[in-house]
Nanobody, 122 residues
Framework: QVQLVESGGGLVQAGGSLRLSCAAS????????MGWFRQAPGKEQEFVAH????????YYADSVKGRFTISRDNAKSTSYLQMNNLQPADTAVYYC???????????????WGQGTQVTVSS
């Protein structure tokens, strides 16, 4: 059984940076597509970024393009989300997800982590 565990969330001032990690355990990681989503209080879940299994194809939501970078280390079975120039609007619980389809649709991902809180103060 594959499990995803996020880490790296926290409290940061506007303009600061955080790096989120998503560690997968249980079986071969390389066959998955990895995505990051977020959900702010009172709002719907929002796609943030995703990356394909070779690590060469990435896609970002317009709201984070140029500020966030997604990457993965298949040898470590870990995906990363580097977040720079964070703004209060980025405050949310961030979730990583794994699946077999390169998609921005949350329902098409097969596995989810427990989430990690990111809070950006103004």
């Amino acid at each position: 059984q594959v499990q995803l565990v996020e880490s790296g969330g926290g409290l940061v001032q506007a303009g600061g940076s955080l790096r989120l990690s998503c560690a997968a355990s249980g079986r071969t990681f390389s066959y998955f597509y990895m995505g990051w989503f977020r959900q702010a209080p009172g709002k719907e879940q929002e796609f943030v970024a995703h990356i394909n299994w070779l690590g060469g194809g990435t896609y970002y939501a317009d709201s984070v393009k140029g500020r966030f970078t997604i990457s993965r280390d298949n040898a470590k079975s870990t995906s990363y989300l580097q977040m720079n120039n964070l703004q209060p609007a980025d405050t949310a619980v961030y979730y990583c997800a794994a699946g077999t389809v390169f998609t921005t649709v949350a329902d098409e991902y097969d596995l989810w982590g427990q989430g990690t809180q990111v809070t950006v103060s103004s």
